[in-house]
């Protein structure tokens, strides 16, 4: 199975931002790719919330979406659209959702997956971030089948809470998704060894399309798109920069592996310890 990565550095416009997506998808396509990936934020990153607010659409009224959903039924690819900030028309308040969505050949979505594990972190006192200021968690995990693969769905911060990788591969996943948006600081520290990690306790491939650069709103993002086989070895790595990369995954690997290290067999559930005094 032929994977592509989708590396960008998304700006502030949205259609520029539709454009970019659109000759990936086409790229991905000529180059013999069934599905392509695409990260976190793949329509807008713009930390001014009150100026993001303004270009922040439901899905119905998403131009990036609908763009890459006509682009995907022309090419006749998959498209694992890492996530889009889209309002929630089924919400109360005004929050928003970081929601990752699978769109088929013809352009339909077969899958939707809204973030989790929300990134609420001060790295330093120049360096914090509030998602949930902003943004509406999900509460539920979502494994979709796309072309011959089962393909579980999370994006970034995600990455570093285990059970939710745990919970996919135990429902059947062979594809591990964290599209992301890592700081460089994070991304220099943590950004392979845990995605090596998932790949390795889940005996599955992970593959990790990532935002790249200095943006226009001034954040840099870490780069190095990455996928990693289930015996945790790094296929490819796109560095820093922008474009489209390949991949050959063969899916009969991670049977290989699960018999070898029948992890998600032996794991066994236990009570939560006690101090003992």
């Known amino acids: 199975?032929?994977?592509?990565?989708?590396?960008?550095?998304?700006?502030?416009?949205?259609?520029?931002?539709?454009?970019?997506?659109?000759?990936?998808?086409?790229?991905?396509?000529?180059g013999g790719a069934e599905i392509l990936f695409t990260p976190e934020m793949s329509g807008l990153i713009d930390r001014n919330r009150s100026r993001a607010a303004s270009k922040i659409r439901t899905e119905s009224g998403d131009m990036v979406l609908s763009a890459v959903q006509k682009q995907a039924a022309h090419c006749g690819i998959w498209v694992a659209l890492g996530s889009l900030a889209l309002r929630n028309e089924q919400r109360d308040d005004d929050k928003w959702v970081n929601r990752s969505l699978l769109i088929d050949p013809?352009?339909?979505?077969?899958?939707?997956y809204d973030k989790i594990h929300l990134f609420d972190v001060d790295l330093d006192a120049e360096d914090s971030w509030r998602e949930s200021a902003a943004y509406?968690?999900?509460?539920?995990?979502?494994?979709?089948r796309a072309?011959?693969?089962?393909?579980?769905?999370?994006?970034?911060?995600?990455?570093?809470?285990?059970?939710?990788?745990?919970a996919l591969a135990k429902h059947g996943a062979d594809i591990l998704t964290v599209p992301?948006?890592?700081?460089?600081?994070?991304?220099?520290?943590?950004?392979?060894?845990?995605?090596?990690?998932?790949?390795?306790?889940?005996?599955?491939f992970v593959v990790a399309a990532?935002?790249?650069?200095?943006?226009?709103?001034?954040?840099?993002?870490?780069g190095h798109s990455l996928v990693v086989d289930p015996w945790g070895?790094?296929?490819?790595?796109?560095?820093?920069?922008?474009?489209?990369?390949?991949?050959?995954?063969?899916l009969k690997d991670i049977e290989e592996v699960r018999q070898k290290l029948p992890v998600l067999k032996n794991r066994r559930d236990f009570a939560d310890p006690e101090l003992l005094k």
């Open 106 to 112: 013809d352009g339909l979505i077969v899958a939707r």
């Open 210 to 222: 990532a935002q790249c650069g200095t943006h226009e709103d001034s954040r840099r993002t870490y």
């Open 147 to 166: 072309g011959g693969a089962s393909i579980g769905l999370s994006i970034c911060y995600d990455v570093r809470f285990s059970r939710l990788y745990a």
């Open 1 to 30: 199975m032929r994977v592509a990565l989708a590396q960008t550095c998304t700006g502030l416009d949205p259609e520029q931002n539709a454009n970019t997506l659109c000759s990936g998808i086409s790229e991905a396509a000529a």
């Open 136 to 144: 509406a968690s999900g509460d539920k995990a979502v494994l979709a």
């Open 233 to 250: 070895r790094v296929l490819l790595d796109m560095g820093e920069e922008i474009g489209v990369g390949f991949c050959d995954i063969n």
């Open 180 to 204: 992301a948006a890592f700081t460089v600081p994070t991304g220099k520290a943590h950004w392979e060894v845990l995605l090596r990690a998932r790949a390795i306790e889940s005996a599955a």
